[in-house]
């Protein structure tokens, strides 16, 4: 993957869209590069973090506490 497919996800992210380029080649740099499959669980409610999460591309969901609460989850 080119550093530019790294980093135009990063510029979608309100937090970064006020940091340099050589910044987020940076945070691109040290990024680790995660893939999940479809079905499978990034992250439980509740449990403590560790890292934050960017989605880069492909579909995600998140759930909440009551049956039916689903929300689509745009990369970046």
Do not use: K
Request: proline content about 5%; hydrophobic content about 50%.
């Amino acid at each position: 993957m080119s550093i530019d497919a790294l980093v135009a996800p990063l510029l979608r992210v309100r937090l970064f869209q006020g940091l340099a380029s050589e910044q987020l080649v940076t945070l691109a740099r040290a990024a680790e590069r995660m893939m999940f499959r479809e079905g499978q669980t990034i992250a439980e409610a509740g449990e403590a973090g560790d890292a934050s999460i960017i989605i880069v591309s492909g579909p995600a969901e998140s759930f909440g506490a009551m049956p039916g609460d689903r929300e689509f989850v745009a990369p970046g």
